[in-house]
């Protein structure tokens, strides 16, 4: 007759423990690679939301001091529309930071008129946001569009910076554009736009 053997309770024991450790190792290599996924997706989200939101705004500052009639300035300057000219202007919401708001004009229905505050634009940095002009309301003033939202990212900086240089003997305008983001569930993941825009149409 066979003698049946099985597993003694000290084997057993063991077997249990072994498992247990193994499943506490993959439980943690399986955790690490979801926080990382996780982590990754924001970093995206952050750099995709930043990069629209200076895309759109350099390519709105690119055309201030447009006007539809622009070749008068040089061959008839007495009837050029002169009311685009000089409408850059840098300042600040009371509550935040010098230089973080930029407003200016162009004439974006092409009829060489200026209609108002339709043709008025800007942007501001507003409680870690990035607000868009609405309405020709001033830096102070409320009824600007939020463009970013404070859950994807916080705006920690926005700043414009307006200055002059001669270039070939052509005065130039030049707005150099700064722009700090972070994640709002840690401060420590940012990122820094930093750009110029040359103002081709200024005057």
Known sequence: MLKQRGLSLVELMITITLGLILMAALTSVFSATLGTNSRSLQLSQLQEESTAVMDLLLGDLRRA?????????????DNAVTAFNNTITVSQHPSEVGSSCLLFEYDADNDAIHDGAVEQFGYRLRNGQVQRRQGGATCDQDGWEGLTSPDLIQVDVLEFILTERMLDEVNEQVVEVLMVVSLP????????????VVLRNAF
């Open 65 to 77: 001091g447009y006007r539809g009639n622009a070749h008068l300035l040089v061959v008839d300057p």
């Open 185 to 196: 569930s840690d401060a420590q993941v940012s990122r820094e736009l930093a750009t110029e």
